[in-house]
Every structure is written in structure tokens, then in C-alpha cells.
């Protein structure tokens, strides 16, 4: 019996793989952005956010319009950096479903459009981050590095963490992102505008699991990269892991045992 492929199966493959190699260099490019940034603003440089060199006692740095632009796109590059892994496996699927139920038509835009618009609900989380950080710096409890100087504050956003991880609105968002067959199969909508609408769908659901432990990152550190690649580690275990796990509850129980540390 031969072993060869055959058309179809080829060109899937290949598919896959350009699809693959796509993922990895956006997901590159994203945290060599976060790197460089984080390297220039250890030396107290914080012209990439539009601040100019941070003042020798390391204090406040003034918003304008450009700062809160640039601290969006930040948050955005992160989440992409931080989110593109763990929604791989559901892309991919979806990619291999289209090109399935269309052999003869090329399904790049419809792949792009699933892709864009489950980016684009972590842009509007990346917005009310920004908009989070900018109240904080303003109150000032946060660091020049967007790091919690309150360790009270650090207590309640990991109580908060914590204690989200067991509610039932994380439990459905998690579901629907731990099993992207079943999302693809109770959500299927044709055509562009179905692509469109399934990775809003899917943006939303993720965000909905995800939030509370984005906001860990004003904990640890917004620009600590070993904190962000902690968090971004936590996720895609979350979503690896089967639907029904005892994760949400250790989980859950860990991140509220870490808020003692933080209390004083």
C-alpha cells in the first residue's frame, strides 16, 4: 500500500505549516518588542512609551495622548505575545476545518479574519488596562516599572485572581477554550462574516477566562518578563489541561495562599 499523499492532504499540510511558522513569528516578534522595551526601561529610559528618561528619584512620569497610545499598543504586543500560544491550537483547527470544507478555494482570509478578531477583544482589554495603569500611576501605587508599590493592593487583586478561578462564567469561558472542536461545532458560522464573528466569539471567551490573571502582571511587574512568561505559562497549561480538571481549584487555591505575602 503507498504511503504517498495526495493533493489535498499535501497542500493541508503545507497549509499547516506556513500557518505554524506564522504563529511562532508573530508570537517572536512580540516579545522581542517586550524585551527591548523592558531593556530600556531597566536603564530608565522611557521613550518607547513617550516619557522621555525617568527622573532621578524615579518617580511619576506625566501622560498625554501619545503615552496612552503607546502604553495600549504595549499591552496589545504583550497579550499577543502572551495569548497567540495557547489560541494556536484552536486556529489551527479552524484552519483545517476551512480548508476541508473548501478544497478548491484558498482560505487565508478567512483564517486572517478568525485570527484578527479574536486579536481585537485583546485590544480592548489591552485599552481598559492602560486605562487601569494610568489611574494607578496617577494614584500613584504603582512603580516607574508598573509594578504595585501597595502590598495591600497586591493582596486583593490575588485574592481576586483566586476566587474567580472558581466561578462558573470562568468555568464556561475555559470550557470553550479547552475544547476547540466542540467550539467550532456549536459556533460554526459560514463564510467571511462567520469567520469574522467565530473569533469575536472565541476573543470574548478568552478574555473571560483569562482577565483576572492578566491583572497579576501590576503584581509582579507589567514589564517583568519572567513574571509575563509565568502568567503566559499558567494560561496555556489551563487550556491544555481537560475540560473538568482539578487545576481551577488548585489554582484557585494557590493564588489565594500567594496574597499572604503580599499582606502587611
Same mark, same amino acid.
Given at each position: 500500500?503507498?504511503?504517498?499523499?495526495?493533493?489535498?492532504?499535501?497542500? @493541508?499540510?503545507?497549509?499547516?505549516?506556513?500557518?505554524?511558522? &506564522?504563529?511562532?513569528?508573530?508570537?517572536? !516578534?512580540?516579545?522581542?518588542?517586550?524585551?527591548?522595551?523592558?531593556?530600556? %526601561?531597566? /536603564?530608565?529610559? %522611557?521613550?518607547?512609551?513617550?516619557?522621555?528618561?525617568?527622573?532621578?528619584?524615579?518617580? #511619576?512620569?506625566?501622560?498625554?495622548?501619545?503615552?496612552?497610545?503607546?502604553?495600549?499598543?504595549?499591552?496589545?504586543?504583550?497579550?499577543?505575545?502572551?495569548?497567540? #500560544? &495557547?489560541?494556536?491550537?484552536?486556529?489551527?483547527?479552524?484552519?483545517?476545518?476551512?480548508? =476541508? *470544507?473548501?478544497?478548491?478555494?484558498?482560505?487565508?482570509?478567512?483564517?486572517?479574519?478568525?485570527?484578527? &478578531?479574536?486579536? @481585537?477583544?485583546?485590544?480592548?482589554?489591552?485599552?481598559?488596562?492602560? +486605562?487601569?495603569? +494610568?489611574? @494607578?500611576?496617577? $494614584? %500613584?501605587?504603582?512603580?516607574?516599572?508598573?509594578?504595585?508599590?501597595? #502590598?495591600?493592593?497586591?493582596?486583593?487583586?490575588?485574592?481576586?485572581?483566586?476566587?474567580?478561578?472558581?466561578? #462558573?462564567?470562568? $468555568?464556561?469561558?475555559?470550557?470553550?477554550?479547552?475544547?476547540? !472542536? $466542540?467550539?467550532?461545532?456549536? =459556533? +460554526?458560522? *459560514?463564510?467571511?462574516?462567520?469567520?469574522?464573528?467565530?473569533?469575536?466569539?472565541?476573543?470574548?471567551?478568552?478574555?473571560?477566562?483569562? +482577565? &483576572?490573571? %492578566?491583572?497579576?502582571?501590576?503584581?509582579?511587574?507589567?514589564?517583568?518578563?519572567?513574571?509575563?512568561?509565568?502568567?503566559?505559562?499558567?494560561?496555556? /497549561?489551563?487550556?491544555?489541561?481537560?475540560?473538568?480538571?482539578?487545576?481551577?481549584?488548585?489554582?484557585?487555591?494557590?493564588?489565594?495562599?500567594?496574597?499572604?505575602?503580599?499582606? $502587611?
Amino acid at each position: 500500500m503507498s504511503n504517498a499523499l495526495t493533493v489535498p492532504e499535501r497542500v @493541508l499540510r503545507k497549509d499547516r505549516t506556513l500557518l505554524t511558522i &506564522s504563529l511562532i513569528g508573530l508570537t517572536g !516578534l512580540a516579545w522581542l518588542y517586550l524585551y527591548l522595551l523592558a531593556a530600556d %526601561m531597566a /536603564v530608565g529610559d %522611557m521613550h518607547l512609551m513617550g516619557m522621555g528618561k525617568m527622573g532621578a528619584m524615579g518617580g #511619576p512620569m506625566p501622560w498625554d495622548g501619545k503615552t496612552f497610545l503607546l502604553m495600549g499598543l504595549m499591552w496589545w504586543i504583550m497579550m499577543i505575545g502572551m495569548m497567540v #500560544p &495557547s489560541a494556536a491550537p484552536m486556529i489551527l483547527l479552524f484552519a483545517r476545518v476551512q480548508r =476541508h *470544507n473548501l478544497p478548491h478555494e484558498n482560505p487565508a482570509l478567512r483564517i486572517t479574519l478568525f485570527t484578527t &478578531s479574536y486579536l @481585537l477583544l485583546w485590544l480592548v482589554f489591552s485599552v481598559i488596562a492602560t +486605562w487601569l495603569q +494610568w489611574w @494607578l500611576s496617577e $494614584q %500613584m501605587l504603582l512603580s516607574p516599572m508598573m509594578k504595585t508599590v501597595n #502590598p495591600r493592593m497586591g493582596t486583593v487583586i490575588f485574592v481576586m485572581a483566586g476566587l474567580y478561578q472558581l466561578t #462558573p462564567l470562568k $468555568q464556561a469561558c475555559l470550557e470553550n477554550c479547552q475544547a476547540p !472542536l $466542540q467550539f467550532l461545532t456549536t =459556533h +460554526w458560522r *459560514n463564510g467571511n462574516t462567520g469567520a469574522l464573528q467565530m473569533g469575536l466569539l472565541h476573543g470574548a471567551y478568552c478574555v473571560g477566562c483569562c +482577565w &483576572s490573571l %492578566m491583572l497579576l502582571l501590576f503584581v509582579g511587574g507589567v514589564m517583568n518578563l519572567l513574571w509575563i512568561a509565568t502568567i503566559a505559562i499558567l494560561v496555556l /497549561v489551563e487550556k491544555l489541561l481537560p475540560s473538568g480538571s482539578l487545576y481551577k481549584w488548585i489554582s484557585g487555591a494557590l493564588l489565594m495562599c500567594l496574597a499572604l505575602f503580599f499582606w $502587611q
